[in-house]
């Protein structure tokens, strides 16, 4: 069963839109770790954010913000008022406690076009 | 500065070929990690390493191998076995020993078959 959902694969929007990235996951683990990643049209993933599943508290950083919500297994990304720059192919990704190895379990990610 | 050197950044390979991809990092990183990244696919394990000179499968190994001889190093071959290998790979470490390290990534190879 897929454990990282993410429904868009594809959004475009006009340059200063808000724009929501939608992420569900899927876990048994009470104890896990979620994450989103940007990936740029150069290729490298950049690290965004980690929330750990006992901290459901909303976080912002300037532009960004993720709202994580436990009741509805969900760990959304809103970019506002967006820019150029923003467009890429966004991640979700989620770390269970129970696996050992430390993997990474990544969705099949959202790209993100960003009009001028 | 910190970080994953992957080398070559464009790779081409030809039918039959073994080719072998770079991967270095100079994190202190203990773990180490190949995606496979296909267009609409999002990120596949290959291999992940948590040690040097211990290796495990990923979801997709077939096809390719890994060494881990030294701490900073996990080159990644594609044998001539992998008979779709187009695709764009990255690498990846992470700290080991506290869980829920991100990882940190490389910039990425992209090979295709002559």
């Known amino acids: 069963a897929q454990k990282v959902t993410q429904a868009q694969t594809e959004i475009s929007v006009v340059e200063k839109e808000d724009v929501t990235l939608d992420c569900v996951y899927e876990?048994?683990?009470?104890?896990?770790?979620l994450f989103w990643y940007k990936q740029p049209p150069s290729g490298e993933l950049v690290f965004l954010i980690r929330r750990n599943s006992f901290d459901e508290q909303n976080e912002i950083s300037g532009r960004y913000s993720w709202n994580f919500q436990k009741s509805t297994s969900s760990f959304n990304f809103t970019i506002t008022a967006s820019q150029v720059v923003d467009s890429a192919v966004y991640f979700c990704a989620l770390s269970e406690a129970g696996n050992r190895d430390d993997k990474i379990i990544f969705g099949k990610g959202t790209r993100l076009h960003i009009l001028p | 500065d910190g970080g994953i050197t992957q080398s070559p950044k464009y790779l081409f390979r030809k039918e039959g070929q073994n080719v072998t991809l770079s991967c270095e990092q100079n994190l202190n990183h203990d773990a180490m990690y190949w995606y496979r990244q296909d267009p609409g696919q999002g990120l596949r394990l290959i291999y992940y390493s948590q040690i040097v000179n211990d290796f495990q499968k990923g979801d997709i190994a077939e096809g390719y191998s890994v060494s881990r001889e030294k701490k900073e190093s996990f080159p990644l071959t594609v044998t001539s076995a992998q008979k779709n290998p187009t695709a764009f790979y990255l690498c990846a470490s992470s700290a080991k020993g506290v869980f829920g390290q991100p990882q940190h990534f490389g910039d990425g190879t992209r090979l295709s078959i002559l």
């Open positions: 876990t048994r683990d009470t104890t896990y770790y």
